[in-house]
């Protein structure tokens, strides 16, 4: 059985950092895609990041470029989202995501395993 258990989310205030987690267990196969989405109150889920656990590759959408960086332990099968500079329109429940795949995709119906999301609110 898949899953993803994120956690480090919280509170913090503009210009503040958090780092999100993303533990994995039961994956069927060794090479997979994960990324980091995030949902605000009344919006729709957006990509945050991701990565290509096999090649390395990551994906960071643009309003995040500079700020957030992604990165996985492939020895403890977790992610990771380094967020700094926070603003507060970073606010959203932050999910992780993942899907075998030999190619990755940032559309939120590619993936078909899910985290239960961690919350990041940013106060100005």
């Known amino acids: 059985q898949v899953r993803l258990v994120e956690s480090g989310g919280g509170s913090v205030q503009a210009g503040g950092s958090l780092r999100l987690s993303c533990a994995v267990s039961g994956f069927p196969s060794s090479r997979y895609c994960m990324g980091w989405f995030r949902q605000a109150p009344g919006k729709e889920r957006e990509a945050v990041s991701g990565?290509?656990?096999?090649?390395?590759?990551?994906y960071l959408a643009a309003s995040v470029k500079g700020r957030f960086t992604i990165s996985q332990d492939s020895a403890k099968k977790t992610l990771y989202l380094q967020m700094n500079s926070l603003k507060p329109e970073d606010t959203a429940m932050y999910y992780c995501?993942?899907?075998?795949?030999?190619?990755?995709?940032?559309?939120?119906?590619?993936?078909?395993?899910w985290g239960q999301g961690t919350q990041v609110t940013v106060s100005s």
């Open positions: 995501a993942a899907r075998t795949a030999s190619y990755c995709r940032t559309d939120p119906s590619f993936f078909n395993y």
């Open positions: 990565i290509d656990t096999n090649s390395g590759s990551t």
